[in-house]
């Protein structure tokens, strides 16, 4: 297991998720538009659409645990083969390199023009870009960064190392239902509900382990001490439970200003401030966003790697 982890982890970051690979989130995002599609055929009202929220939740967390569990049951006996697939389904389960490569890809654009960097950025965010200003283009970017190592990073890494791949998978199952479903646009306000809420459930513990994970991975390059006492002051600055602890521990520790309102599919959505923006924002914050999302991936397997060694 610890073998296959670290591996996945050095072949992210080497290669990430190449567009043509096969990639077992592309067939999660099929398969939610199909059950979307055809439970409201069936749905005539707003508590049927509630509950068939629910039902999706419910199948696919079932499929994305016992899929890989019963396939990997299945090749145990050769051990090779079934370090070959672990170490896929765990590969596939992190997204940090690919975080890495989006927001680069954000800051690229801008060196282009303003209009290239709200494109680029529309690719990654769900908010509208098209009227925001380079400063809020960067805030965005940080923002996803910092969201995304929690939800793309740690806590996928979370599942794995209590449940193995298979919980790996099925993490990546329920935030890519959130993110597909989990609007609250009069559209998916009440299919929405339960694939939102599960999200919400399966990472309080590692959105607050991320935001720990990111201070102490910036020990002697980045501001500790801010870090810490933005992401316990403005931790609760967000309109999820969750996300507010990677996003003010990233605030804290570049001493910038993140949060502030959005509109997010046609829909204005009113957030408050995180940080207190002692700095500038500027493109030099994206890089050093990536960087602590690296920092906190590594002190995961450090501590991991420690707690497995002193179970022995």
Known sequence: MMFS??????????????????????????????????????????????????????????????????????????????????????????????????????????????DDGRKRLSYIVGRDTSQLSEEEVIKATVETVAENT????????????????????????????????????????DMGYFPARTDDLFNIIPARITGLLMNIGSIGKFDLKNGLKIMWRDRRNHKSPNSGYPESAVAGLLGIQLGGGNYYHGLFIDKPNIGDGLNQIGRRHIKETIEIMYRAEIAFIIFYFLINYLSK
């Not at 079934?82 to 927001?103: D, G, Q, V």
């Open 150 to 189: 929690s939800d793309g990073v740690i806590a996928p890494l979370f599942f794995i190392a209590v449940l193995g791949a298979p919980g790996g998978l099925m993490y990546k199952f329920v935030n890519t239902m959130d993110s597909m479903l989990g609007y609250r646009n009069e559209k998916y306000i």
């Open 5 to 114: 982890l670290l591996l996945a982890v050095v072949l992210d970051f080497v290669i990430g998720d190449p567009y043509n690979f096969p990639h077992p989130v592309k067939l999660m995002g099929r398969l939610i538009i199909f059950e979307e599609n055809q439970l409201r055929k069936l749905c005539k009202t707003n508590k049927q659409l509630k509950i068939s929220g629910l039902i999706i939740v419910i199948i696919n967390v079932i499929l994305g645990f016992f899929i890989p569990f019963y396939l990997l049951y299945a090749v145990k006996a050769n051990k090779v083969l079934f370090t070959i697939i672990n170490t896929y389904l765990i590969y596939t389960s992190i997204a940090a390199r690919c975080l890495h490569h989006e927001a680069i890809m954000v800051s690229k654009a801008l060196d282009k023009g303003l």
